[in-house]
């Protein structure tokens, strides 16, 4: 069994197809690359799974789950984590903040022993840190615990981002866009920790990537998307030869 | 400039920084407890309603201010707190239990009315809060044989631990029993901000797209930020009541309404310290005013001018100024102070440059 199965999804905002009848899996300790024009329904993919949007058609199961049964806030629980095109982090709390937020898949206490502070609520609260500060460790964020979302440059919300997924402790990491508007620099450490997050972390990567040299670098194998619908499916080198996600790219005229 | 290096995780857990910043809290509890000793009779009435505004100010701080819910409506919540608290005291409950029951019935009152309200957003939200403020002077009319409808009702002092506490009589008493319920509601309000569940005020607050990215319920949530909210704020209508004296349909208008929300937006948003720095303005304003009036009365020939709204007036103006100079509110200003003299002189303008945060539109895609 897949880790995450898509099967026969199709999505329609008004007359327009975002997704459509697109079906593919997603298998245990891969990184597994999503690339298409913008526009392509990528991002409308990780929604779906996300459960913001409800399919038109199909079956989205996640490590066993019928995904299509659960609320917004419960995909969180089974394991999955994610990232957003257009950064949406908790700006006006601090990066600390906003990693402790990624633990509350994780809460135990309630709102009487949070009130208290009970030592169960402190205990679990010292927990988190933990857990978060190996995060910090781990993407380089020291600098940064106490400041202000608001008061970040761009690069380092993204590493946010990244970092406060994975302080869910995720089985499977979404990532949309995760080098987008980043220097060569940082789109090389995001390289590595991508590779270290599968390797060291043992978690399953789905991601969503327009530089080509990130995908081939660090994925497994490739989805190439046009107008909601799959054009090619393999590794990275076959589908940059394949002649459908050429001509995608380069348009009809070639 | 102190730096405070971090050594272990409880550190960021304790809700002080350090034992220097623990000592100044320490002090300023003394100072206010002591009071009564340093006060006469009128100021520490003052200072007693500063404290009550300040609790209601906590309450609709939870809502507003750090789970992003505007709400006009909690002056409804203030008259539900005070009317449960007397009609529960004159069926023979003690005020022991009457007074905790007072905010446990408006905070589930506000709950359920949190239902309908999940769907909006913004200035929908604030305009249907806004018609309940507006309702609620109906409802005290229309169940006059409990309320006491148009003539209102009384309380007299209460027994509290074989004590009797009156606003007048005791006034010594009121103003502790009215700081002890501050100092709890305070450390309940820093409790839960070190906790998940205050964190997930905040998410849901910033954005409620990735809190339900990170498993946090958007509904569960909201039903939950409003129902604390709502029971403090019944806490505080229940202290207005007593402080008043005497109230019917008419005193908790849309107008407290709309005070509330002004003062914890002067105050800073998303702070407790807003809350009180708010209640400040709000409490001592018309002193201020009247002050004020006397002075510019005598400058134009003795008689005082007498203008209606002129405080409501004033205060819209702060308000302006606020949103437009300063949106972090008064607490925010006392940060950068605060920066500026701590790192003196290595303070720079655009330390606290206001960023452009992005369009919230077409963000999912
Ligand atoms: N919430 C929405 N409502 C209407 N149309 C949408 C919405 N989200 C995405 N779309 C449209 O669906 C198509 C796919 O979008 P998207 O998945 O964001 O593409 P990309 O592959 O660039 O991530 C685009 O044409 C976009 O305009
Ligand atoms: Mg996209």
Not at chain 1, 183 to 205: C, L, P
Not at chain 2, 192 to 200: K, N, V
Request: glycine letters at 10%.
């Amino acid at each position: 069994m897949s880790l995450l199965e898509i099967e026969n999804v199709t999505l329609k905002f008004g007359g327009l197809t975002a997704v459509d009848n697109l079906s593919f899996t997603v298998e245990e300790g891969e990184v597994f690359a999503i690339v298409g024009p913008n526009g392509a329904g990528k991002s409308t993919v990780f929604n779906l799974i996300s459960r913001f949007y409800d399919p038109y058609a199909g079956q989205i199961r996640f490590d066993g789950h019928n995904l299509l049964e659960v609320k917004p806030s419960g995909v969180a629980a089974y394991g999955v984590a994610r990232t957003f095109q257009n950064i949406e982090l908790f700006e006006h709390a601090t990066v600390l903040q906003n990693l402790l937020v990624g633990r509350h898949r994780h809460r135990k206490t309630n709102l009487f022993s949070e009130i208290l502070f009970t030592p169960s609520a402190r205990r679990q609260e010292l927990e988190n840190r933990e857990k978060v500060e190996e995060v910090i460790d781990f993407l380089d964020l020291q600098a940064y615990r106490d400041k202000m979302i608001a008061g970040l440059p761009y690069g380092v919300r993204k590493v946010v981002e990244v970092a406060r997924a994975l302080s869910t402790d995720p089985k499977l990491l979404l990532l949309d866009e995760p080098a987008s508007g980043l220097s060569v620099e940082e789109t090389t450490d995001m390289r590595w920790w991508i590779d270290d997050i599968r390797r060291q972390m043992g978690i399953t990567v789905l991601m969503v990537e327009h530089d080509m040299g990130l995908v081939s670098g660090v994925s497994d194998r490739v989805l190439a998307m046009a107008d909601g619908a799959k054009l090619a499916l393999g590794t990275p080198a076959e589908v940059q030869s394949h002649p459908a996600v050429i001509e995608a790219y380069l348009g009809k005229a070639s | 400039m102190r730096i405070v290096f971090k050594t272990d995780y409880m550190q960021d857990i304790r809700p002080w920084k350090d034992g220097y910043q623990l000592s100044l809290y320490l002090i300023l509890l003394a100072v206010v407890f002591a009071a009564p000793w340093i006060l006469d009779v009128f100021y520490l009435g003052e200072l007693t309603n500063v404290l009550i505004w300040a609790i209601a100010g906590m309450g609709l701080m939870v809502l507003t201010g750090h789970t992003g819910q505007a709400s006009l409506g909690h002056a409804a919540f203030l008259a539900f707190g005070c009317y449960s608290n007397v009609i529960l005291l004159e069926a023979g409950v003690p005020f022991i239990l009457a007074f905790p029951l007072a905010g446990v019935i408006t905070g589930i009152i506000g709950a359920l009315v949190a239902i309908p309200a999940l769907r909006l957003h913004g200035i929908y939200l604030a305009i249907f809060t806004l018609a309940m403020s507006i309702l609620v002077d109906d409802i005290i009319v229309l169940t006059e044989p409990w309320s006491g409808g148009v003539s209102g009702k009384y309380i007299a002092g209460i027994d509290l631990f074989g004590l009797s506490i009156d606003r007048w009589g005791t006034p010594m008493l009121f103003y502790w029993l009215v700081l002890a319920v501050t100092v709890i509601v305070a450390l309940g309000y820093i409790n839960l901000l070190r906790s998940p569940l205050g964190r997930s005020f905040i998410a849901v607050r910033d954005s409620e797209v990735s809190a339900q990215a990170m498993g946090v319920d958007i509904a569960r949530t909201k039903t939950i930020s409003f129902g604390l909210s709502c029971m403090v704020t019944g806490w505080a209508g229940a202290f207005m009541g007593m402080f008043a004296g005497a109230f019917n349909n008419e005193t908790f208008s849309v107008v407290i309404s709309i005070e509330l929300l002004m003062m914890i937006v002067i105050g800073g948003l998303g702070s407790i310290h807003g809350a009180f720095f708010g209640a400040i303005v709000i409490g001592f304003l018309p002193q201020f005013l009247s002050i004020a009036k006397e002075y510019v009365g005598a400058l134009f020939g003795g008689s005082t001018v007498a203008i209606p709204g002129l405080e409501f007036g004033i205060f819209g103006m702060i308000l302006i100024a606020f949103i437009l100079f300063e949106p972090m509110g008064i607490y925010g200003r006392w940060l950068k102070i605060r920066t500026f003299f701590e790192l003196f002189p290595f303070y720079r303008k655009d330390m606290f440059k206001r960023q452009k945060s992005y369009l919230k539109t077409e963000r999912l895609r």
